[in-house]
Nanobody
Framework: QVQLVESGGGLVQAGGSLRLSCAAS????????MGWFAQAPGKEREFVAA????????DYADSVKGRFSISRDNAKKTVYLQMNGLKPEDTAVYYC????????????????WGPGTQVTVSS
């Protein structure tokens, strides 16, 4: 079974950048689609970005399009989220999840969530 662990979060000023990583262990990572989601206090887990098994297809929430970039390295069993131009409203715990097929923006369609990594953007 695939297990996921997120890292790379932190405190950054508005306009700054962070690179999140999601490392997988076990299972067959290269066959999986992966997604990044953000959950702010008191809110539901929201879609941020997704990538298919070979990185050829990506999808982004409108709120992050042009600022964030998702990528993966199947040899390292890792998916990344490059976050540029961060805004205070990006503050949340960021989670990665896996899915057998590509194309969903619903958190309910992903599983094997990691513990998350906190991103805090100060104004």
């Amino acid at each position: 079974q695939v297990q996921l662990v997120e890292s790379g979060g932190g405190l950054v000023q508005a306009g700054g950048s962070l690179r999140l990583s999601c490392a997988a262990s076990g299972g067959t990572f290269s066959r999986l689609s992966m997604g990044w989601f953000a959950q702010a206090p008191g809110k539901e887990r929201e879609f941020v970005a997704a990538i298919n098994w070979n990185g050829a297809s990506t999808d982004y929430a409108d709120s992050v399009k042009g600022r964030f970039s998702i990528s993966r390295d199947n040899a390292k069993k890792t998916v990344y989220l490059q976050m540029n131009g961060l805004k205070p409203e990006d503050t949340a715990v960021y989670y990665c999840g896996r899915r057998n097929s590509y194309g969903s923006r619903s958190a309910r369609d992903y599983d094997r969530w990691g513990p998350g990594t906190q991103v805090t953007v100060s104004s």
